[in-house]
């Protein structure tokens, strides 16, 4: 008996320590260091921009593969066509009733500060705001035009995040319709999946060099000086956000799937954190599939939602519009009344569709805006540019934020969420595989729900 105990003792496998702990230690020293840099030594900070743009950049490439894996398993491994309309449907209600709800919030907030009386407008400004206008936002029918791909490769090559959901789409009904036949083709995109997830796994240790570049370039061209006379627009910006993430889509959250908001965005702390020393809310994308997969939400929500609610679900942007809008028509001396407010912030909901998928394409997207419906307040964009980057910032939080609550509401609204695992998850009891950014285990020819095989399999 003695000897037999060593064979059965040691069964339960030795803990893997997660050492991606320290790298995102070394991303909040990174972005600490990057302020400092950008205080002391501005014109140097300036030239590290290259090094956030190139790390963007990485995490990009990886984009458009992640989105076309995770749709065509999504749609390939469920039996009925229908099920994904009624998820692609109840997604896109959803954003068009948040969208307009966070423009509304955005607009009495506005309203009630008015933080744009008082400002002069210089003429290097008017120029300034003048050549924002020329960006690569598309007026809305060149917009679905441009959803199709020139061939079915462009959609992966071109980084149009769009051209990439279509031929997802009709690839993963494609497989549908093929049945067991299409099982090898799946069980080969499920590993083109794990090595792209391993890949990303990769690129995320640059993250602090990233966060560093990025946020120094930040603080060295801005300077505290632009940040002091634009703070009200700043500070009233990020509390509408603020007020909308934890009010708004917290209640939601609450109402509809029972869940802490402050749970779901602790479990999402990484991302957040990878956000804000970016500014970018794709940089979070790869990592917030993963994640939902991994909480509990089924393949077909995941991989329909989240790419299509990057592109729809922007409520950042839409307060941010609204906010700025105010701001400049204030700041040129020409208030405008609710009556013509209406009618520009609906004009801006549909323009800024057209600049999905384009990087900083905010600023652009409110300067195309305002030259087709109001030219004259193009004249004071340039009064924002300076501290854009710094609300850029707060736009992708309130974005990611909005996409994360949006995949477990239309989750629990189609029954395609398990609510036990959520609750483990959240709770630390299942933790999220940083390593591969994916669960192990069960294969997409085994049933035609995976996410339901593999929680009968935990």
Known sequence: MAASTPDTAPAAPRVKRDRTHYLYIAVIAAVALGIAVGLI????????????????????????????????????????????????????????????????????????????????????????GHDQVESDALPPVDFVLSIIPTTFLSAFTQGQVLQTLLVALLAGFALQAMGSAGQPVLRGIEHIQRLVFRILSMVMWAAPVGAFGAIAAVVGSAGVDALKSLAVLMVGFYLTCFLFVFIVLGALLRIVAGLNVFSLFKYLAREFLLILSTSSSESALPRLIAKMEHLGVSRPVVGITVPTGYSFNLDGTMIYMTMASLYIADALGTPMSVGEQIPLLLFLLLASKGAAGVSGAGLATLAGGLQSHKPALVDGVGLIVGIDRFMSEARALTNFAGNAVATVLVGTWTKEIDKARVRQVLAGELPFDETTLLDEGGTVSEAPEPRQEELAKA
């Open 41 to 128: 030594w501005p014109d140097a900070a300036v030239e590290l921009k290259p090094l956030g743009t190139g790390f963007v950049n990485l995490i990009k490439m990886m984009i458009s593969p992640i989105i076309f894996c995770t749709i065509v398993l999504g749609i390939g491994s469920v039996r009925k066509a229908a099920k994904v309309g009624a998820v692609g449907g109840i997604a896109l209600g959803y954003f068009l009733v948040m969208s307009l709800v966070a423009l509304a919030i955005g607009l009495v907030v506005g309203n009630v500060l008015h933080p744009g009386d008082g400002l002069h407008l210089t003429d290097a400004l008017k120029q300034t």
